[in-house]
Structures are given as structure tokens and as C-alpha cells.
Nanobody
Framework: VQLQASGGGLVQAGGSLRLSCVASGRTLYYAIMGWFRQAPGKEREFVAAINRSGGSTLADSVKGRFTISRDNAKNTMYLEMNSLKPEDTAVYHC?????????????????WGQGTLVTVSS
């Protein structure tokens, strides 16, 4: 399985970005997909996750601002980020796994893509 994240960039506070994560390989291995982020000097933290049926969950810190979605026909997951804040600045990683109810811990995911940097200026 390969995961390719893209869409990061520099944006002013209050702005928007859309991240994409394209998966390749057996679809079984990305039944569940998630976004995590890691800011300098901090641990990797959960942002959002979604299953193939569209069931999703978001971290409290991004609820009301971020939306996660996926297009199974394109093997692609998206993260629509609105009302961005400087504290959203981080490298955003996409990840996937086959099964499991724990969406929130990075260690529960089997496959990871390279990150895409999001920088929000104040």
C-alpha cells in the first residue's frame, strides 16, 4: 500500500486548504483512513478518520472547521480545512489500516504516507 498526501502550503489565518491522500494497492488495506498532524517538538496527534462507508470522526480541536471525506472510486481521502489558525501549523500525514475501532492512536495504523506541510501565518 502506498499513500500519497498533497495539498499543503502557506495560508493566512482564517484561510482554507484542501489536503488529498491518494491510496494505491489492495483496497482492503485502506478500509479505514485517517489524518494525523505533528507540529515541531510535539507528538503526532489525531485529526480525523473515515471508513469506507463514510463514517467519520474528528478531533475536538478541529470540529466545525475541518471536514473529512473520501471518494472510493478514486481511492482518495480529503481533508477540507477552513478557518485555519496558527496552531494548525504542522506536517499532516495520512494513514490507513484494515480494521479496528481505535481511530485515535497513531500506533493503530499500519500504513503511512509522507507528510504535507501546512503553515498558517497570523
Amino acid at each position: 500500500v502506498q499513500l500519497q498526501a498533497s495539498g499543503g502550503g502557506l495560508v493566512q489565518a482564517g484561510g482554507s486548504l484542501r489536503l488529498s491522500c491518494v491510496a494505491s494497492g489492495r483496497t482492503l488495506y485502506y478500509a479505514i483512513m485517517g489524518w494525523f498532524r505533528q507540529a515541531p517538538g510535539k507528538e503526532r496527534e489525531f485529526v480525523a478518520a473515515i471508513n469506507r462507508s463514510g463514517g467519520s470522526t474528528l478531533a475536538d480541536s478541529v470540529k466545525g472547521r475541518f471536514t473529512i471525506s473520501r471518494d472510493n472510486a478514486k481511492n482518495t481521502m480529503y481533508l477540507e480545512m477552513n478557518s485555519l489558525k496558527p496552531e494548525d501549523t504542522a506536517v499532516y500525514h495520512c494513514a490507513s489500516k484494515i480494521v479496528g475501532a481505535d481511530f485515535y492512536r497513531p500506533g493503530e495504523y499500519d500504513y503511512w504516507g509522507q507528510g504535507t506541510l501546512v503553515t498558517v501565518s497570523s
